[in-house]
């Protein structure tokens, strides 16, 4: 059974840092590409960052290029979110999910999320 | 950035009842369409790929439809299990967006 389980959330203040880990399990993690999606409280959904299955291809959205970092260690089956100079704006509950085996960015399979919060 | 807009916000339906959820893009994006089903509380399920794929384990009510800018999300037969707030992304150019939700509530 495909597993992907998010950690690592908080109430953090603005400017300062959260990494987020995604421990993986189920699946042969090296042979998918995975991403980090975000929802605002009640709000919609929000891509966020892609890496490859490598982790020599990353992609951000624009907001967050340069104050996020997406990285993955294949040997312990982790994803990892390193969240620096965060603002209120980031709020949200972030989801780890996985990439479709083509490669395709859409998400077959997503974490239960966890919960980050900008707040001084 | 390609716009995602989804119709309508929110749906009122009976069991047994068909209903459908639209999603417009701003540009042609070749049937580079996904839809999901996020349950209350829940993290968003894949419902449907390439516009008209129906992912593994997905009920055969469900179905997707569409080309170009216009894509469409069938529920067939409704049931109790189906309420949820149901989204549509675009997977053909970065960043990959989102329509703003459908919230599907029974009558």
């Known amino acids: 059974e495909v597993q992907l389980v998010e950690s690592g959330g908080g109430l953090v203040q603005p400017g300062r840092s959260l990494k987020l880990s995604c421990a993986a399990s189920?699946?042969?993690?090296?042979?998918?590409?995975m991403a980090w999606v975000c929802q605002a409280p009640t709000k919609g959904l929000e891509w966020v960052a892609s890496?490859?299955?490598?982790?020599?291809?990353?992609y951000y959205r624009d907001s967050v290029k340069g104050r996020f970092t997406i990285s993955r260690d294949n040997a312990k089956n982790t994803l990892y979110l390193q969240m620096d100079s965060l603002r209120s704006e980031d709020t949200a509950t972030y989801y780890c999910?996985?990439?479709?085996?083509?490669?395709?960015?859409?998400?077959?399979?997503w974490g239960q999320g966890v919960m980050v919060t900008v707040s001084s | 950035d390609i716009q995602m807009t989804q119709s309508p916000a929110s749906l009122s339906a009976s069991l047994g009842e068909t209903v459908t959820i639209e999603c417009l893009a701003s540009?042609?994006?070749?049937?580079?369409l996904a839809w999901y089903q996020q349950k209350p509380g829940k993290s968003p399920q894949l419902l449907i790929y390439?516009?008209?794929s129906l992912n593994d384990g997905v009920p055969s009510r469900f179905s997707g439809s569409g080309s170009g800018t216009q894509y469409s999300l069938k529920i067939n037969s409704l049931q109790s299990e189906d309420v949820s707030i149901y989204f549509c992304?675009?997977?053909?150019?970065?960043?990959?967006?989102f329509g703003g939700g459908t919230k599907l509530e029974l009558k």
């Open positions: 999910a996985r990439r479709d085996y083509s490669g395709d960015e859409y998400f077959d399979y």
């Open positions: 540009e042609d994006i070749y049937s580079n």
């Open positions: 390439y516009a008209n």
């Open positions: 189920g699946f042969t993690f090296s042979n998918y590409g």
């Open positions: 992304q675009q997977n053909y150019d970065s960043p990959w967006t």
């Open positions: 890496i490859s299955t490598g982790g020599g291809n990353t």
